[in-house]
């Protein structure tokens, strides 16, 4: 599904990724962990095509096609969704309309009728239930005045309304208590099918209690520099960074 | 090319009009003002912006050809607004196309269709408030003004339907300078809305639409105003606003500015006696080469009163908007409580906005505050839409839509904000696919 070859991307005149490499398959989850400063965000950027992000090396290879040729709207059409560790607010704009405009335009390239406003404003108003939001803030602004959670969850639901091949969370647990971050995690569990990928990029293990991965990634200076399993997670977690980073040198 | 005068020009014109009617003497007192006022140039502080340059190279005082309303309703109908309507093509009234329903303690007449102790009590207010000393195209209407739309309000009275006016030129006027006048009285605790709307029909014209309204706003009365400005990209637009404000009334304001190649906008309220409110809500979207011009003074001559002005302009392309919003706090108007904010969004590198929000405050127990911005699209917001599959340019005129819905949301009027809707992201593309998004508001409803 997703191939990413030794990847190289600069920010700013600064190098941030340096040959980083992945392979996902339909249906597996793989988690990427790694030290602050480590490219975990920037990998988020780089692959749903974020200006200011130049890939200077390497190829990504989305489904077969070359996703870094193409704008951040086609790659959402295509098929990837990036979570945003801090999402947008957009006062004026409201949610509904932004997200039936996003769905027209997904719905279109995917060669599928477009829905009626009806027809789309129950389906919404489904989706908003599955993730613990009131009706009423599909009347709202765009992440207008939501709380942490809020937007976290209406990122949850953007991501059910879309229905990806490929999710990357950036940092999603991030500012979330205990009891938002179980909302959260089931939303994106029941999204869990065998023809959807998950990349779960985070700092800490906790996420990871409750979104099983299939692979554990250690994402440090720019590279890729220890994958395992589920359990590399919890020895991360009681061994810090500094183990992995003692282990490179 | 020999420079047009257009002083000269409008004297002579002015002066050889028939003004021996009822409003002969505001006719020449207007005239008299007006050759003594000078022709505004870049640095007459109140036009530093908005070049006249075009008036000098033109002539405006070709005469009308008579035109008829018929075909014209599409401009100015808004569906489910039950209104009474006044309709001037050119100036003239078109009584066929007009719609006048009496209530009781309601007199709304044109000064023409008015009988004759009904004129000299027309003769005897208008041009009253109008500052005609100091504004040039003020002083020029009170030299030509000869129809208009006079409203009249009892005491006590809550007028049921709004005043709809409708001003439309046509290629008739073509290269002419059309008049226009309203004149709102409401006595105590009268309540009404009243809609100026300028339309033009869709042909080049190079029009220059001259519009003064003046409102006297009685103790404890309200008057919701609206100005609507939808014409011809070929006209001109030259306007005078003057209201006063009597002890404990109430000055609603809302003003969509669209369209046409030249705009200016005077608008000056007076806070005369104490405990009355003023809320302007303005939006001026020019694009291609339009140029529009709002100045703003407000005065706060008595105690207790509050002002609360919210404007907000996109510029595109290569136009250009002038904002001057002055608030001025006499000795006496303690306790005010006044805000003006202006914000700007510039969708081209090439468009530009002057925008000078300005306090004078001579009291020392106030709270006053001003603000303007300027801006370019945001790029976090324009990617977290691009993010989600919405195209670039369907993402910039969603932003700059939302930019301006917050005002438009507050239009009271459900009719009317359904009518503004479509006119207003009409202004940021033809392409009715890219839209369709910003035009559902009821749905929630479904």
Redesign the interface.
Known sequence: MLSINNLQAKVEEKDILKGLSLDIKPGEIHAIMGPNGAGKSTLGNVLSGREGYEVTGGTVSFDGKNILEMDAEERAREGLFLAFQYPVEIPGVSNLEFLKASVDSIREHRGEEAMSSVEFLKLARAKCKLVNLDQSFLKRGVNEGFSGGEKKRNEIMQMMLLEPKLCILDETDSGLDIDALQVVAEGVNSQRDPNRSFIVVTHYQRLLDYIVPDFVHVLADGKIVKSGGKELALELEEKGYSWIEGEEA | MAAVDFNQQAVAFASGANNSGFLKSLNEQGLKEFKALPFPTRKTEDWKYTSLFALTKHDYNQSIQTSDASGLEILYEVADLNANRLVFVNGVYKAEASSLESQSGVLVSTFLGADSVLQAEIASKVGQSAESDRNLFTALNNAQVNDGVFIKIDKDVQVQKPIHIVNITTAQAKSSTVFARCFVELAQHANATVIEQFVSSDEEQNVIMNQTTEANIGDGAKLNHYRLNSEHESSLHFAGVYVDLNRDSQFESYQVLLGGKIKRLDILVNHNVGGSHCEMKGVYLPKHDQHVDIHSYIEHKAPNCTTSEVYRGIMADQSNAVFNGRIHIHPDAQKTFAELSNKNLLLSNKATINTKPELEIYADDVRCAHGATVAQI????R??????????K?ADI??S??????LLESIPLDALRMKMRPLMAEQFTSNKELTK??L?ED??G?
């Open positions: 945001d790029e976090q917001a990617f977290y839409l691009r993010s989600r599959g919405i195209s670039a369907q969603m932003l839509f939302g930019f301006i819905n917050e998004h910003l559902h749905e929630e479904a």
